[in-house]
Every structure is written in structure tokens, then in C-alpha cells.
């Protein structure tokens, strides 16, 4: 079964500081591993994704994200915080045994950024 | 590209009435579509796999006859929420993968029952 954990569901950051956000995944099988953005009433925007590619991943908005099988691990960063980053962030895993299109999605982290 | 679209985004509906989300895919066909429902200050949760031309897979915990799922054609699932009490209320997204597995979701509806 697949599944992720994301630890802290708070996050606060000032503007211009380093965004972390941490995803563990677990999946006997190899995972598909998602990020996905939710500003307040809206939908869901992926921002990365890691598709067995290479292991660290480019997204929009200047996010980026490592996948480390050593440490089943997918976290999420930004180099500098702006204000327009404060919104909910979900990592998410698919594997083979959903046939990699059902996505299992983790609790969540709320990031505010401080000015 | 490829665009799932939802519709309606908002509705307000009263207890004990039905209400019908609509999920399409813009420009690629979907033979698989997913039903997804965020509560208040939670992660979304998987409700169902909607399959064109079968059944519906329901989630375990998931009332099957509450949440009605048809997979019309291979662009259109549709969610009624059948005797929509205030519980229902909650944001309905969908997810449809194309041909690479690549997922994409709607804008989501939100439901609120009044």
C-alpha cells in the first residue's frame, strides 16, 4: 500500500528564508511522487512531479524537490519565501498498483510567511 | 493542453435534495476518472474510481447509493450527492490520467448543504 507522511502541518517562514517541507513516502513498489498547491477556495496546481526521471526535480513558482530512495523521502524547497507562497501543500504518491493514477495524498502542511 | 474542468465550482443546495457535479475532460478521452473529497482542514481523501462503460469502485467507508457515480462517456463522470445532508458538505474534485499517466485534476467543487 502506498501512502506519505508529511511532517508539520504548520510552517512558518519569513520572507526571503528557505522553505522546507518535509514528505516521507512509503510503497513496496517504485513510486510516483507528486506536489501539489492549494491556495485558499481553490483547486489543486501541481507544482513538481518525479516520475523515476532524475532525482531532483524543477517545478514551477521556483520549487524544487529531491527524491531519495535511501531515505523515502520527497522534500520539497524554495531557496527565498515570498509572500505569494503562503497557501497548503500536499505531497502525494501513485505506484504500479494503482496503476499509477490513483493518487494517495498526505495531511497537508500549511505554510505562512512571515514579512 | 490537457484540462479536466468541473462544474459547478460553487453550490448551495438544501438537505435532503440531490446535487450533480460534473467532471470532464477537455481534449483526451478518460476511461478512468477519480472522485476525491476534502472536509475542513483535511487532506483529500479518496471516495471512488469512476470506470466508462462499468461500475464505479467505491473506497471502503464510501455509500455507494449516497454517492452516485456514472461514467457516461469517455470524457464526462458525473457525483450526485443524493439526499445531501449538512455532513456532505465538502470539496468534490476529480482527477482523470491520460495515456502517460500523467493526472490531472479540476478546479474542484465545493458543496455546501444548508
Known amino acids: 500500500a502506498q501512502s506519505v507522511t508529511q511532517l508539520g502541518s504548520h510552517v512558518s517562514v519569513s520572507e526571503g528564508a528557505l522553505v522546507l517541507l518535509r514528505c516521507n513516502y512509503s510503497?513496496?513498489?517504485?513510486?510516483?511522487l507528486f506536489w501539489y498547491v492549494q491556495y485558499p477556495n481553490q483547486g489543486l496546481q501541481l507544482l513538481l512531479k518525479?516520475?523515476?526521471?532524475?532525482?531532483l526535480v524543477k517545478g514551477i513558482n521556483g520549487f524544487e524537490a529531491e527524491f531519495k530512495k535511501s531515505e523515502t523521502s520527497f522534500h520539497l524547497t524554495k531557496p527565498s519565501a515570498h509572500m505569494s507562497d503562503a497557501a497548503e501543500y500536499f505531497c502525494a504518491v501513485s505506484d504500479r498498483s494503482g496503476g499509477y493514477q490513483k493518487v494517495t495524498f498526505g495531511t497537508g502542511t500549511k505554510l505562512q510567511v512571515i514579512p | 493542453g490537457a484540462v479536466v474542468s468541473q462544474h459547478p465550482s460553487w453550490v448551495i443546495c438544501k438537505s435532503g435534495t440531490s446535487v450533480k457535479i460534473e467532471c470532464r475532460s477537455l481534449?483526451?478521452?478518460?476511461?478512468?476518472m477519480f472522485w476525491y473529497r476534502q472536509f475542513p482542514k483535511q487532506s483529500l481523501m479518496l471516495m471512488a474510481t469512476?470506470?466508462?462503460?462499468?461500475?464505479?469502485?467505491?473506497e471502503q467507508g464510501v455509500e455507494k447509493d449516497k454517492f452516485l457515480i456514472n461514467h457516461a462517456s469517455l470524457t464526462l463522470s458525473t457525483l450526485t450527492v443524493t439526499s445531501a445532508h449538512p455532513e456532505d458538505s465538502s470539496f468534490y474534485i476529480c482527477?482523470?490520467?491520460?495515456?502517460?499517466?500523467?493526472?490531472?485534476f479540476g478546479e474542484g467543487s465545493w458543496l455546501t448543504v444548508v
Open positions: 518525479y516520475t523515476s526521471a532524475a532525482t
Open positions: 469512476s470506470n466508462e462503460g462499468s461500475k464505479a469502485t467505491y
Open positions: 482527477s482523470a490520467p491520460t495515456v502517460g499517466n500523467t493526472i490531472y
Open positions: 510503497s513496496s513498489v517504485p513510486p510516483y
Open positions: 481534449d483526451f478521452q478518460a476511461t478512468t
